[in-house]
C-alpha cells in the first residue's frame, strides 16, 4: 500500500528493535522502503540492509554535513559501490546552509561531483537541501541529472513547480501535517500527485500526532491521509498513485 522513499534504517536510533520494526513494516502496508545514505559507511549500511530484506532498496552517496569526509580515493570507493544490486539512487546529496557542518565550497563541490556521477551510472539522485534553495536549483539546471527527488521539499511553489517540469519529484514528510505548514501545503495543493513521493525521514520529523517522538515507516499513513485532505481525494488514491511513482522513479 505505502511506498517510503525515504528513511534511515542504519540509524543508532534503532539499535535496540531494527530487525523487529523492520519485520513489523510489511503486516502495516509499508510494501517498499529506499534506505537512503548519508556517508560511506552508511551507504555500505544500507547495501547489507537491502540484502538482508527483499523490500529495502538503498541509495548510496555522501550527505552535505559529510562533505569533508571526501577526496578522490574515498570518492573512488564510494563509487564502486555503484554496481552492488539494489542500489537505485545517488543520495542524499546537496547543500545544507543552516547547519554549515562542511564549507560551502566543498558542499557545492562534491553535490557535483556526485551528480556528474550519478548520470555516468545512470541513477536519479535524491537531493537533501536546507537554506540553499536557490544553488541547489542552479547547481542541478548546471549538471542535468537524469532524475529525482528533492527531499523534504521546503522551497516555494514556484521553484516547485520548475523542478516538476524537469521531471523531479518532490518528498513529502511529516512536516506537511505541522501547524506550521502552510507553504508545503500549498506546494502539495499546487502540484500534481504523479510527481509527488511520500517519506518519513525516519527516525526524524515524526508527523502530527507523534511529533517529537521517533519516527518510522507505520506513520506514511498520517502523511498520507493529510495530502488527501488536501487533495481532496482518498488516502487509497495517494498511497496508488505515490506507490506508482516511487516505482517509477527507482526503476523497482
Given at each position: 500500500?505505502?511506498?517510503?522513499?525515504?528513511?534511515?534504517?542504519?540509524?543508532?536510533?534503532?539499535?535496540?528493535?531494527?530487525?523487529?520494526?523492520?519485520?513489523?513494516?510489511?503486516?502495516?502496508?509499508?510494501?517498499?522502503?529506499i534506505?537512503?545514505?548519508a556517508?560511506?559507511?552508511?551507504?555500505?549500511?544500507?547495501?547489507?540492509?537491502?540484502?538482508?530484506?527483499?523490500?529495502?532498496?538503498?541509495?548510496?552517496?555522501?550527505?552535505?554535513?559529510?562533505?569533508?569526509?571526501?577526496d578522490?580515493?574515498?570518492?573512488?570507493e564510494?563509487?564502486?559501490?555503484?554496481?552492488?544490486?539494489?542500489?537505485?539512487?545517488?543520495?542524499?546529496?546537496?547543500?545544507?546552509?543552516?547547519?554549515?557542518?562542511?564549507?560551502?565550497?566543498?558542499?557545492?563541490?562534491?553535490?557535483?561531483?556526485?551528480?556528474?556521477w550519478?548520470?555516468?551510472?545512470?541513477?536519479?539522485?535524491?537531493?537533501?537541501?536546507?537554506?540553499?534553495?536557490?544553488d541547489?536549483?542552479?547547481?542541478?539546471?548546471?549538471?542535468?541529472?537524469?532524475?529525482?527527488?528533492?527531499?523534504?521539499?521546503?522551497?516555494?511553489?514556484?521553484?516547485?513547480?520548475?523542478?516538476?517540469?524537469k521531471?523531479?519529484?518532490?518528498?513529502?514528510?511529516?512536516?506537511?501535517?505541522?501547524?506550521?505548514?502552510?507553504?508545503?501545503?500549498?506546494?502539495?495543493?499546487?502540484?500534481?500527485?504523479?510527481?509527488?513521493?511520500?517519506?518519513?525521514?525516519?527516525?526524524?520529523?515524526?508527523?502530527?500526532?507523534?511529533?517529537?517522538?521517533?519516527?518510522?515507516?507505520?506513520?506514511?499513513?498520517?502523511i498520507?491521509?493529510?495530502?488527501?485532505?488536501?487533495?481532496?481525494?482518498?488516502?487509497?488514491?495517494?498511497?496508488?498513485?505515490?506507490?506508482?511513482?516511487?516505482?517509477?522513479?527507482?526503476?523497482?
Amino acid at each position: 500500500m505505502y511506498f517510503e522513499s525515504h528513511a534511515h534504517y542504519d540509524d543508532e536510533a534503532y539499535n535496540e528493535d531494527r530487525d523487529e520494526l523492520l519485520l513489523s513494516l510489511k503486516n502495516c502496508g509499508v510494501d517498499y522502503v529506499i534506505q537512503n545514505a548519508a556517508s560511506i559507511s552508511s551507504s555500505k549500511e544500507g547495501i547489507e540492509l537491502a540484502k538482508k530484506y527483499d523490500f529495502i532498496y538503498c541509495t548510496i552517496g555522501v550527505h552535505p554535513h559529510d562533505a569533508e569526509e571526501l577526496d578522490e580515493e574515498k570518492f573512488k570507493e564510494l563509487k564502486s559501490l555503484s554496481t552492488e544490486k539494489k542500489v537505485v539512487a545517488i543520495g542524499e546529496i546537496g547543500l545544507d546552509y543552516y547547519y554549515d557542518n562542511s564549507p560551502r565550497d566543498l558542499q557545492k563541490y562534491w553535490f557535483e561531483r556526485q551528480m556528474e556521477w550519478s548520470k555516468e551510472v545512470s541513477l536519479p539522485i535524491v537531493v537533501h537541501s536546507r537554506d540553499a534553495s536557490q544553488d541547489t536549483f542552479d547547481l542541478i539546471e548546471k549538471v542535468n541529472p537524469i532524475g529525482g527527488v528533492i527531499h523534504c521539499y521546503s522551497g516555494s511553489v514556484e521553484m516547485a513547480k520548475e523542478y516538476v517540469k524537469k521531471g523531479f519529484y518532490i518528498g513529502v514528510g511529516g512536516t506537511v501535517t505541522f501547524k506550521n505548514a502552510k507553504k508545503v501545503i500549498e506546494v502539495v495543493n499546487e502540484i500534481p500527485l504523479s510527481s509527488i513521493l511520500i517519506e518519513t525521514d525516519a527516525p526524524y520529523l515524526s508527523p502530527v500526532p507523534l511529533r517529537g517522538k521517533r519516527n518510522d515507516s507505520r506513520n506514511l499513513k498520517y502523511i498520507v491521509e493529510k495530502i488527501a485532505e488536501i487533495k481532496g481525494i482518498s488516502p487509497e488514491e495517494v498511497a496508488r498513485i505515490t506507490m506508482e511513482n516511487g516505482k517509477k522513479l527507482f526503476k523497482i
